[in-house]
C-alpha cells in the first residue's frame, strides 16, 4: 500500500491494506500459495523455507488485521486459542494471572490447566469491578482481559485497568473477538497484546477457525513466532484466504450487525416475556457508559434470559425458525445458544441466559422469529 496507513479509515484500511505491488497485468489479491515446501539451496535461515516456519500467504492478512488494530506486528495462527496459548506461553510457573470470573470458557480452561500443571494462580475478578482487578494485579504476571465478557456482556474500564496493569510491570492481553477492531483498539487503550477468534467476525461467515496476535512490540511478535514455529500452530493457507476475503467485508458486516443488536435489545427490553437482557448500546445496561466512552460501536451479541427460567430459554431455543441454534459466533447468519448447557461454562453465568450472535440478515425477519419464540417459550 503507497498511502500512509495512518491516514486512512478503517473501512479503507480493511478493502485496501494487503494488496501486492502495483505491477501492470498483476494480480489484485495476494496469490494463495499451496506449497509445504519452498526451493533452496541457501542456508536454513532464507525467508522461505518450509511452510512451518513462514509463507508467503500469512502476511497480506497480518498486515491488514495489524492496521485495523493500530499496531505494528500481526501473527496468525491456528485458531483463536492457539493465539491466547501464544500470548500467555510466558506466564512462568507458579506465576498469576488475573482474568474475568466471567470469560471464554475455553481460555478459563487453558489456565485451569496452567494452574494443575505449573501452578499458576488463577485471580478470577469481576472485570467490570475497576478496584477489585487493579487489587488483583499486585504481584501478578499477567491479566487476561475481555470487554465485553463472553457470555456475560460485562463491560471493563479498560483504560483504567490497562494503565494500572503496566504500572504494576504486569502484562496485558485484551482478547478483542467481541468488540472487532472496527468497535475498540485495545493497543490505543495500553494493553500490550490483542488476541482474536479470527474465525467470529475478522472472517465472518463461519467458515473457518483460526486466530491471531497483534502488538506493537517487535520482542513480543518475535516470541509469538518463534512459539507458532515452535509448537506447529499454523494457520493453513486456505484458511488464510478466506480470513482476508472475509476481512475485506469487516466494516458492512460489523455496521449491520450491531445495528440490528441495538435494535432487537432495544425491542427486547421492552417484551413482556424477556426477564433481562444485555448490551452495551442500552442506557440501562451497566455497561453501556464506559462502552460509550472507550467503544466506537457496541459488537453484536447480546445476552437474553426469558422469564419463566431454565425451561423457558430452552423453549426459546427450540422455537426458533430463523435463527440458528449453534455455538460460535460472529457469522452473517445470526445464531444462539444457551451458554450453561455446556458443563464448562462459569457457574456464575444463570442457567437460563441465552448468548445471541446477531448477523447481518433483515432485522423485521429476525424480530419476527425471536418475538414468535419468546411466546412460545411462556406456554
Ligand atoms: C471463540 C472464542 C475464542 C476461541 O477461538 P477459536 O478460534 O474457537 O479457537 C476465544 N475468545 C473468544 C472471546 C471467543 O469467542
Known amino acids: 500500500m503507497t498511502h500512509d496507513p495512518a491516514s486512512l479509515a478503517p473501512a479503507t484500511l480493511a478493502v485496501a491494506a494487503g494488496r501486492p505491488p502495483r ?7 495476494p496469490p494463495v500459495v499451496l506449497s509445504s515446501t519452498y526451493v533452496s539451496q541457501g542456508v536454513p535461515g532464507d525467508e522461505l523455507l518450509y511452510t512451518r516456519g513462514g509463507t508467503e500467504t500469512w502476511g497480506p492478512f ?6 485495523l488494530e493500530g499496531g505494528t506486528h500481526g501473527v496468525v495462527l491456528g ?13 512462568p510457573p507458579s506465576g498469576a494471572v488475573v482474568v474475568p470470573r466471567h470469560a471464554y470458557q475455553v481460555t478459563l480452561g487453558f489456565l485451569d490447566d496452567l494452574a494443575r ?60 473477538t467481541f468488540a472487532t477492531p ?7 487503550l495500553g494493553a500490550d497484546v490483542v488476541v482474536h477468534s479470527v474465525t467470529k467476525y475478522l472472517a465472518g461467515h463461519s467458515d473457518v477457525v483460526l486466530g491471531a496476535v497483534v502488538t506493537n512490540d517487535d520482542a513480543t511478535a518475535a516470541r509469538i513466532r518463534a512459539y507458532r514455529t515452535l509448537h506447529g500452530a499454523i494457520a493453513g493457507p486456505m484458511e488464510v484466504f478466506l480470513a482476508l476475503r472475509g476481512l475485506r467485508t469487516l466494516h458492512l458486516r460489523v455496521e449491520r450487525a450491531n445495528a440490528n443488536a441495538a435494535e ?16 452495551p448500546s442500552l442506557p440501562s445496561d451497566p455497561g453501556h457508559r464506559r462502552a460509550a466512552q472507550q467503544m466506537t460501536s457496541f459488537g453484536a451479541v447480546l445476552g437474553l434470559r426469558p422469564l419463566g427460567g431454565l425451561p423457558a430459554a430452552d423453549a426459546l431455543v427450540d422455537a426458533v425458525r430463523l435463527w440458528v441454534p ?54
Open 182 to 188: 472496527l468497535g475498540q483498539r485495545p493497543l490505543e
Open 79 to 91: 485458531s483463536g486459542m492457539a493465539a491466547i496459548a501464544a500470548a500467555l506461553a510466558d506466564v
Open 23 to 29: 505491477v501492470q497485468g498483476g494480480p489484485v489479491n
Open 326 to 379: 449453534a455455538t460460535s459466533l460472529g457469522g452473517v447468519e445470526s445464531t444462539l445458544e444457551r451458554r450453561r448447557r455446556f458443563a464448562t461454562e462459569s457457574p456464575t453465568v444463570p442457567e437460563d441466559l441465552v448468548r445471541l450472535s446477531v448477523g447481518v440478515e433483515d432485522v423485521e425477519d429476525l424480530w419476527q422469529d425471536l418475538a414468535q419464540a419468546l411466546d412460545r417459550s411462556q406456554a
Open 264 to 279: 432487537l435489545a432495544r425491542r427486547l427490553a421492552a417484551h413482556p416475556a424477556v426477564a433481562e437482557v444485555r448490551h
Open 62 to 67: 497480518e498486515e491488514t488485521l495489524a492496521a
Open 117 to 176: 500443571r505449573h501452578g499458576v494462580e488463577v485471580r478470577r475478578v469481576d472485570i467490570a469491578d475497576t478496584d477489585a482487578v487493579v487489587a488483583a494485579l499486585d504481584g501478578a504476571d499477567l491479566l487476561m482481559a475481555e470487554s465485553p465478557t463472553n457470555p456475560m456482556l460485562e463491560v471493563a474500564d479498560l483504560p483504567a485497568v490497562l494503565a494500572a496493569a503496566r504500572e504494576r510491570g504486569v502484562r496485558s492481553v485484551v482478547d478483542n
